[in-house]
């Protein structure tokens, strides 16, 4: 148990579906990130909240909708991906953004294992 | 800006023998350093922190780094490489900015 709750663990959908990841944590943290992990590729930063406040979107397509309803649950919702979307999708927290909260590094969860086909 | 290169994707060791996994990271402030390990089908843990304090970090299942600012380095060692300690390796540098950036990784093979 890591502390951060992704599900589902894995998922098939099609380029037409629609879904949705979810992460949750009870850490008491206060930032909350969405990954991008390739098969030889570096980690990609997705998206950033900040106290339920989006502070990063690095160019992602809209395909991609990110949600934070509170600072305990962060959601990625997808619609029309491509085959080059299949990839694992990591959630990470941490106690905050800034300051101080960096220096604690991130808990991350397990991650979705995406297949688009 | 900050960055962080990991000298060489794939380390082969053998069991009982010295883990060395290199971390080099640029940064125009004293950083803090961060080493994560990742086994397969899971997220990343957090295995060690650099954080201003001592430059020699311990760390758990028996890993350490040291922080040399002379040579902006943050290398991982074991003294006794275990079949579990098998799987991916990521060094990552955080500075003022609040960008915490990952190095590509290190896939560790341990060979019986």
Same mark, same amino acid.
């Given at each position: 148990e890591t502390g951060v709750t992704q599900t589902p663990r894995h998922l098939v959908m099609g380029m037409t579906n629609k879904k949705s990841l979810k992460c949750e944590q =009870?850490?008491? =943290?206060?930032a909350m990130y969405w990954y991008k992990q390739s098969a030889k590729k570096p980690l990609e930063l997705m998206f950033v909240y900040n106290f339920k406040e989006q502070?990063? &979107? &690095?160019?992602? #397509? %809209?395909r991609f909708s990110p949600e934070c309803p509170n600072s305990s649950h962060l959601f990625l919702h997808l619609h029309t991906?491509? #085959?080059?979307? %299949?990839a694992l999708y990591l959630c990470a927290s941490s106690q905050d953004q800034t300051g101080g909260g960096r220096a604690y590094g991130y808990t991350f969860g397990s991650g979705t294992r995406l297949t688009v086909v | 800006a900050q960055s962080v290169t990991q000298l060489g994707s794939h380390v082969s060791v053998s069991e009982g023998a010295l883990v060395l996994l290199r971390c080099n990271y640029s940064s125009s402030v004293p950083p803090y350093l961060f080493w994560y390990v990742q086994y397969p089908n899971q997220g990343l843990q957090l295995l060690l922190k650099y954080t201003? *304090? *001592?430059t020699l970090v311990k760390g758990i299942n028996g890993f350490e780094a040291e922080f040399k600012k002379s040579e902006t380095s943050f290398h991982l060692t074991k003294p006794s490489a275990h079949m579990s300690d098998a799987a991916e390796y990521f060094c990552a540098v955080s500075d003022v900015s609040d960008k915490v950036i990952f190095g590509p990784g290190t896939s560790l093979s341990v060979i019986p």
């Open positions: =009870h850490l008491g =943290h206060n502070t990063e &979107n &690095n160019s992602v #397509p %809209s991906l491509q #085959p080059e979307d %299949s | 201003s *304090a *001592a």
